[in-house]
T-cell receptor, first 114, second 109 residues
Framework: DGGITQSPKYLFRKEGQNVTLSCEQN?????MYWYRQDPGQGLRLIYY???????QKGDIAEGYSVSREKKESFPLTVTSAQKNPTAFYLC?????????????FGPGTRLTVL | GQQVMQIPQYQHVQEGEDFTTYCNSS?????IQWYKQRPGGHPVFLIQ?????EVKKQKRLTFQFGEAKKNSSLHITATQTTDVGTYFC?????????FGKGTRLHILP
């Protein structure tokens, strides 16, 4: 089965702690993305990566960090510097970082910071 | 900044009624994509429109791209309970994809 996996589905953390969200894809896609979704809001781009060992900031990168050491993996770290980290986080991938390519989304991780 | 506005934010329809959501951009788009997100789920790609005035159909769904490539619409004929969810447009301009806030569709039985 090809697809994108995100784990865990639900995550709880105490305020002030860093937390890393996992995203793995076996679609052999070059590009990967992280979005944040808040109630009543669209998807806001946090970071994206066009290729291994390269990544770019999106519209709301402050308080987040990423790495892309392997093609299949694009973990997102929510740091303590992120002021409102509670949200639904979606990882996506596309064949290439071409805006004409459709994006395939993972099931998401709902992060709650207490 | 560049924005993609989507209206309405919410829509309640009786099962069997039609539904339309509209997407408007402040700038000319190179293409537009539509996604559907079921309650508790993740967005799933529906379709992409590229040409000015383009119209595409998928069974009961009709997608249109405006002549000026600044607006788009999704129309569902005779809604069914399986249509429940949030429909997002995603416009592409200057190489950047911008998602609208979505229209949440509720179906009343």
């Amino acid at each position: 089965d090809g697809g994108i996996t995100q784990s865990p589905k639900y995550l709880f953390r105490k305020e002030g702690q860093n937390v890393t969200l996992s995203c793995e894809q076996n679609l052999n896609h070059d590009a990967m993305y992280w979005y944040r979704q808040d109630p009543g809001q669209g998807l806001r781009l946090i970071y994206y990566s066009q290729i291994v060992n390269d990544f770019q900031k999106g519209d709301i990168a402050e308080g987040y960090s990423v790495s892309r050491e392997k093609k299949e993996s694009f973990p997102l770290t929510v740091t303590s510097a992120q002021k409102n980290p509670t949200a639904f986080y979606l990882c996506a991938s596309s064949i290439q970082a071409n805006p004409y390519n459709e994006q395939f989304f993972g099931p998401g991780t709902r992060l709650t910071v207490l | 900044g560049q924005q993609v506005m989507q209206i309405p934010q919410y829509q309640h329809v009786q099962e069997g009624e039609d539904f339309t959501t509209y997407c408007n951009s402040s700038t000319t788009l190179s293409n537009i994509q539509w996604y559907k997100q079921r309650p508790g789920g993740h967005p799933v790609f529906l379709i992409q429109l590229v040409k000015s005035g383009e119209v595409k159909k998928q069974k009961r769904l009709t997608f249109q791209f405006g002549e000026a490539k600044k607006n788009s619409s999704l129309h569902i004929t005779a809604t069914q309970t399986t249509d429940v969810g949030t429909y997002f447009c995603a416009g592409v301009t200057l190489g950047k994809i911008i998602f609208g806030k979505g229209t949440r569709l509720h179906i009343l039985p």
